[in-house]
């Protein structure tokens, strides 16, 4: 099936170009973060962990959230989302390739990765997180191109895959639960020192990965013969407006807790967030808009006549997923880190060098996608006679 990739429009060659003229530039950048060292980066003694984490943190959850339409075709027989379960599971393999790239630039040298490998510490939760990553990807490999195969030969899946497919649900909350605990295990960080994170995580997740599987659903039906269906938008579109009401909820309770506690080392971190501390407030317009783009796409997606919109649609799903990125993609890494635990506000901002490796690493995850997508979707076409 790999031969699908190989053929394809000039529209499709101009855009694998511009991603490879995107990761030749980000490669240069990490190239000289190699030899510099992460000196390059916005990082510093007080912000070990920065825009790298920060992205791996958005897209675990891109990942996971595969199994909103994992969940109901193999759990409940909704047949209705056999026509895009691929790409879900197709997102969730590019989303994870991202998410390891992450770490290995993030490691500096990175030989370093090896240390998990020959050095293996089961009480670590970085451990954990290796191993719950690669299962998954390996899982959504397997399951997505078994199962792809089985429709083009108009067969039935192997009946060994059925155990992979039930074990893909609880492992996909997994790997975001997991990254959870990298950060509320850690008591010397206030912001991230509470309970619900991981249910944060998961309903952002819940609701930025499927408004993404939306837009892409449209651009696959805009440029090929292929149409994910109507039916099948709309009901990821409930998941999208439900779960971004919960994520909106759980944020509001965290606001009420730290608050109504008037713990000091808690409140300076939102505080930092939405006001700005000691005359610092780099982030404060970034938070600003974040909860505006939430609000407005709840107010868009919970009225069925706006949501039934596709135009207004497009527009919902784009302000959940910017909206949570900043969320979760710097105001949930750097808010944790700044201030420090001795209350002084030390900023992060990502440098030039890190943003275009950072862009470069998103560049390879959509040419995986796309690749991807070309051949789930070629054989699409031809199982319903359009090609």
């Known amino acids: ?94 989303s994870v390739t991202m998410c390891i790239l992450f770490i290995f630039v993030d490691l500096g040298q990175p030989m370093r990765v090896f240390n998990v490998l020959l050095h293996p510490t089961p009480n670590s939760v970085l451990f954990w997180d290796m191993i719950v990553l690669n299962v998954y990807l390996l899982l959504n490999i397997v399951i997505a191109w078994k199962v792809l195969e089985a429709e083009r030969n108009n067969v039935a899946p192997p009946g060994w895959l059925k155990p992979f497919i039930y074990i893909s649900i609880p492992w996909a909350v997994s790997i975001h639960t997991v990254t959870a605990y990298l950060y509320c295990g ?16 998961l309903s952002s997740a819940f609701a930025a990965g499927p408004a993404l599987l939306i837009l892409l659903c449209m651009i696959v039906r805009k440029f090929t013969r292929f149409d994910p269906g109507k039916e099948q938008i709309q009901s990821i579109a409930k998941i ?69 919109n596709e135009t207004v649609l497009i527009v919902a799903c784009i302000a959940v997923f910017v909206g949570t990125w900043i969320d979760k993609g710097l105001g949930m890494i750097s808010g944790g880190f700044v201030p420090n635990p001795l209350h002084h506000v030390n900023e992060y901002v990502p440098t030039v060098p890190e943003v275009l490796i950072a862009l470069g690493i998103w560049a390879i995850g959509f040419l995986v996608l796309t690749v991807l997508y070309k051949i789930g979707v070629t054989i699409k076409e031809e199982i319903a006679g359009l090609t």
């Open 1 to 94: 099936m790999l031969e699908k990739a190989l053929t394809g429009s000039k529209r499709y060659y101009g855009w694998i170009a511009a991603l490879l003229a995107v990761i030749g530039v980000g490669f240069a950048c990490y190239l000289w973060q190699l030899s510099f060292g992460l000196g390059i980066t916005g990082m510093s003694r007080d912000v070990s962990w920065g825009f790298y984490i920060a992205q791996f943190t958005f897209l675990v959850g891109v990942a996971a959230s595969a199994v909103m339409v994992v969940l109901p075709y193999y759990l409940h027989n909704y047949k209705a989302f056999g026509r895009i379960t691929i790409l879900g599971e197709f997102l969730a393999v590019a």
């Open 186 to 201: 850690l008591p010397g960080r206030g912001f991230w020192l509470t309970a619900i994170l991981a249910p944060r995580f």
């Open 240 to 308: 999208v407006a439900y779960a971004i009401c919960v994520n909106v909820f759980f944020f509001l309770c965290e606001v009420f807790v730290v608050f109504y506690s008037r713990i000091p080392e808690h409140m300076d971190h939102l505080t930092y967030l939405f006001v700005g501390l000691h005359g610092h407030g780099v982030l404060v317009p970034w938070m600003w808009a974040s909860m505006i783009l939430m609000v407005v796409s709840i107010i868009l997606l919970v009225n069925p006549v706006t949501r039934k």
